[in-house]
């Protein structure tokens, strides 16, 4: 049996991230601890990964149009969500399991305690995907572009469309949660998870159209970026409700 390979990770930059408690965001209030945190020594268990034995994951994982498995596409405006996947000193990040969950086109999510959005629910549609990354460290997802949905955060709350990211990364520490947006979007300003991001990090979670991704006739193009911890790493967002 080969050796585990452990890496050393440099702390995470707490700068970079919203704080645990944002008033404008009315769920951290009652999140947000109120004691100081207790540093836990990591071990190889945190600073080895799963690796991709944690999913058995194909092709077809990664086209939200069409793993519904109904044989029909999924309607909406479709689009390629592309990026690499880097680590704090830059290097691609291979074989990592990248994994999305987002809204329908119309803004709707398909689970069962949602229900106070009146809008329709796609059947060819199951707002779910995973794929791994390349050996450049590159992932790739076919989708669709979901829509702004409400919430109950504050007078005619909505979220700007989004897709939500979880890469596993080469050790459990390295783990990032986050959301995607979209370049141009006009309902950021108004958003408490986006503006929770300190100024200099929010750039980091909005992906770019890319005309160079966009394929003819097919599906327009945007890239996404993720780096993990570091300086230039993606900022974590709270969950949602
Ligand atoms: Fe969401």
Known sequence: MSEP???HYGPKAYSDHPPFKYPDYKSTI???PTHDPIK???TLTETTGPGPAWAEITPEDADLTTNAGTGSPAI???IIVTGRVLDEN???VPDTIVEVWQANACGRYVHWRETAFPAPL???FIGVGQCKTDAEGNYRFLTIKPGAYPWGNHPNAWRPPHIHFSILGPALVTRLVTQMYFEGDPLLFQDPMYNSVPPHARERLVARYDHDVTEE????GWRF???LRGPNGNVEEMEEE
């Open 5 to 7: 390979i452990v890496r």
């Open 30 to 32: 009652k999140r947000s």
């Open 40 to 42: 836990v020594v990591a």
């Open 76 to 78: 909406g405006e479709r």
């Open 90 to 92: 830059g290097n691609g």
């Open 122 to 124: 796609d059947p060819n």
């Open 217 to 220: 006739n097919w599906a327009l």
């Open 225 to 227: 970026d993720i780096v």
